[in-house]
């Protein structure tokens, strides 16, 4: 291998790798660049074993998407939308109760909630959603709210973020997902999602609820108009900022989806892409504990082979899965738990059924 690696270019990179030293963005790209794809999934696995072994990570958790009304109508995204539209919908505080109850016979550890930006929901709704969810079930772990809707929400407290982040946290909320990110880069956002938080603001929502010991996840949208420049700019801050606060879990590469989009005449991301933005992104971001093959976005299939890509978790099983769906995506919307065991298994990896923060519940 190491051999083919010479062959392929890549044999400074290697070096670097084994070393421990952080690769440049110019080393990034060449991984981007390079037609030996088994290469750069092989240095990828390096790193993944460096820091995880053969651990491969799943949960068991819940989505609720509380509502898709949203100001923002990002092009890429085919969830959003405006209020009057009929496909249009927001879920009372009862109909969250009842998400939580329909599903209480089942071993849930998680709940993943997110929304649109809604010009019309209150403050108190979202407390008020955190705290029936933790009322129905005391134990669960709340993931909640993007950085963009926490940006939001305090804009509608009259509040700073970091107090802002306090009161929710009060009400029940666990940790930060990490979606709203797309693509840092001005240019994508000026073309893509003018009306979003910025990068910037991005990022120092994140870094403020780290400072609180709130931890996060951070994604990257990738498919679409960027470039790998952009891409490799983005992942660098959140390099930058994970240096800084440590307190990124997981980076989740998402694979657009452009059907019902804006976008809709841009072509799906190949098999070979998606594997690519895996193992760069295990190769390039050198603390970030862990890289996240998302089924819902690649499929089961691909999935498992990101797992000698770079990748050690896989999420869960996600139960009722609107946004990516939303867009066109094939997989199904959810996965039983002896479903991700086998797949993992397969793969020749060791299943680690996990909490959101990574504590191990159960290693089959």
Request: charge should be negative; hydrophobic fraction near 40%; charged fraction near 25%.
């Amino acid at each position: 291998m190491e051999e083919m690696l010479a062959m392929s270019g890549l044999n400074d990179i290697l070096c670097k790798i084994k070393d421990g030293e952080r690769l440049s963005i110019d080393d990034g790209a060449r991984l981007y660049r390079s037609s030996d794809l088994l290469a750069v999934g092989y240095l990828a696995n390096l790193v993944r074993e460096r820091i995880n072994g053969n651990n491969a990570y799943f949960i068991y958790n819940q989505h609720i998407n509380y509502s898709n009304i949203c100001t923002n109508l990002c092009k890429f995204c085919a969830f959003g939308k405006d209020a009057s539209s009929p496909l249009a919908y927001e879920m009372s505080i009862a109909d969250i109760r009842k998400k939580v109850e329909d599903r209480l016979d089942e071993p849930i550890t998680e709940i993943h909630m997110v929304g649109g930006i809604h010009p019309e929901l209150p403050f108190s709704y979202y407390l008020d959603a955190l705290s029936v969810i933790k009322e129905v079930r005391p134990d669960v772990h709340i993931q909640a709210f993007t950085c963009v809707e926490i940006a939001h929400l305090a804009g509608l407290a009259g509040l700073s973020v970091a107090d802002t982040l306090r009161e929710l946290t009060a009400a029940g909320l666990g940790s930060i997902p990490g979606g709203g990110a797309e693509v840092f880069s001005p240019r994508i956002r000026a073309k893509t999602c003018e009306k979003k938080l910025s990068g910037e603001g991005w990022l120092e929502v994140a870094k403020t609820a780290h400072r609180q010991g709130i931890r996060s996840n951070a994604t990257m949208l990738y498919g679409h108009i960027e470039t790998i420049e952009e891409r490799l700019e983005h992942m660098d801050m959140l390099r930058q900022a994970q240096d800084e606060t440590g307190g990124f879990m997981t980076f989740i590469p998402l694979a657009f989806h452009p059907k019902n989009t804006e976008m809709a005449d841009l072509s799906r991301s190949s098999g070979i892409e998606d594997l690519k933005n895996i193992a760069v992104a295990r190769c390039f971001l050198d603390n970030f504990p862990h890289v996240k093959a998302y089924w819902v976005m690649i499929g089961i299939k691909l999935a498992q082979v990101g797992l000698s890509f770079g990748a050690d978790d896989i999420d869960g099983t996600v139960k009722e899965e609107i946004i990516t769906h939303m867009a066109g995506a094939e997989t199904e919307q959810a996965q039983a738990r002896r479903e991700l065991v086998r797949i993992i298994r397969e793969a020749g990896r060791t299943p680690i059924e996990r909490d959101t923060l990574f504590n191990v519940i159960k290693t089959y």
